[in-house]
């Protein structure tokens, strides 16, 4: 009985030891995407390579973006992304909320970019994207953009 207990144990311990040895799951399409937080990351992963066709269909008709500048439709958002050049990102910090047939992701995102020619700041930005299961897949329905108020 005591080497069954052992083996057991042993045979737990190499399966848990597994599931740190593999990578994470590289998303290379939307249909890979499993959660809030892989949605997000093929978002940027779409705007950094300008797949503006692809990331349009992703977006809703009534999508909505509220940024620093103010509250942006589908179209004025698109526009806004085509005047990005995303050299490289990390994202973090996410926390995805489930509600029905809806995500709500936050995360924050820091970025290498630049913006109509002129240097994005390097700081982490908070970021927050309502997704919703629709009959074509997931759905960005809502965003919002928050930029750290200088000096806190």
Known sequence: ??????LLFLIS???LQACTLWEEHPIKQWSDATGGEGLERNFWKE??????????????????????????????ALDHLKHLQLNDYSLGEFQVELNGSTLVVTY?????????G?????????????????KAGWMAIAHSTVIPAVGR
């Not at 009985?1 to 052992?6: D, P, T």
């Not at 990331?55 to 999508?63: A, D, I, K, T, V």
């Not at 924050?108 to 109509?116: H, P």
């Open 108 to 116: 924050n995102i820091t970025m290498q970019a630049s913006f109509d």
């Open 13 to 15: 311990a190499l399966l």
């Open 47 to 76: 705007v950094q390579g300008r797949n503006w066709v692809e990331l349009e269909r992703h977006l809703s008709g009534n999508y909505v973006w509220l940024a620093p500048e103010g509250p942006m439709t589908r179209a004025a």
């Open 1 to 6: 009985m005591r080497k069954c207990g052992v």
């Open 118 to 134: 002129q240097p994005v700041p390097a700081t982490p930005v908070s970021m927050m994207t309502v997704w919703q299961q629709q």
